[in-house]
């Protein structure tokens, strides 16, 4: 199994700011992807990091709003940009080993005021 | 559009019952489906899959219980526990590209002492 660990856990920010988000997998996974989560909601996928190319984004989330690095097969940021209050949320890390089998960090929750 | 649709949206059951949680799906591609468990403040993790070649699997107190023809699957948790009282998310994912999960909108269970 893989450990995914993010930072920072939580964040209180002011509107118009940006804040990355960092993920490290204790070890190699073939996918890593970015979710958001509403308190009490189910889970959104963002985008797909690819290690050494463009993110992969879902309808609804762009690149330029959400900027996703992939420097190498454990490690991933995700940047939320010029925030605003409905940005408020929880963002996970998933990284996926094999076929199938993914694995969640523990979410980043960001508060936007 | 709602790909996975899962109920009920809460659950309480008495110590030592089974609890059963539902998903049905729409996407005929979908050939993985997980459930995952998720503690208030952690992110979701990895409870049991399925796949459709199989009708139930088992592991320990979790059962997947999948019908192909009905495009539904189940989640059956024997002797519930306190400990167990958590939201529980089914998903699944595609036979191609880069399998990210899709998710249903979460079951809350409580489980009383």
């Known amino acids: 199994s893989a450990v995914i660990s993010q930072k920072p856990s939580r964040d209180i920010c002011q509107r118009g700011t940006s804040l990355t988000i960092q993920c490290q997998v204790d070890?190699?996974?073939?996918?890593m992807f970015w979710y958001r989560q509403q308190p009490g909601q189910s889970l959104t996928l963002i985008a797909t990091a690819n290690q050494g190319s463009e993110a992969t984004y879902e309808s609804g989330f762009v690149i330029d709003k959400f900027p996703i690095s992939r420097p190498n097969l454990t490690f991933s940021t995700l940047t939320v940009s010029n925030m605003s209050p409905e940005d408020s949320s929880i963002y996970l890390c998933?990284?996926?080993?094999?076929?199938?089998?993914?694995?969640f960090g523990p979410g980043t929750r960001l508060t936007v005021l | 559009q709602q790909q996975v649709k899962q109920s009920p949206q809460s659950l309480i059951v008495q110590k030592g019952g089974i609890s059963i949680i539902n998903c049905a799906y729409e996407?005929?591609?979908?050939?993985?489906f997980p459930w995952y468990q998720q503690f208030p403040g952690k992110g979701p993790a990895l409870l049991i899959a399925?796949?459709?070649?199989?009708s139930e699997k088992k592991e320990g107190r979790f059962t997947i219980s999948f019908n192909k023809s009905a495009k539904q699957f189940s989640l059956h948790i024997m002797d519930s526990q306190p400990g167990d009282s958590a939201t529980y998310f089914c998903?699944?994912?595609?036979?191609?590209?880069?399998?990210?999960?899709?998710f249903g909108s979460g079951t809350r269970l409580q489980v009383q002492p």
């Open positions: 998903a699944a994912s595609r036979d191609t590209g880069r399998r990210a999960l899709t």
């Open positions: 399925i796949r459709p070649d199989v």
């Open positions: 070890s190699q996974v073939t996918m």
């Open positions: 998933s990284g996926r080993q094999g076929i199938d089998t993914q694995y």
């Open positions: 996407n005929t591609a979908f050939d993985y």
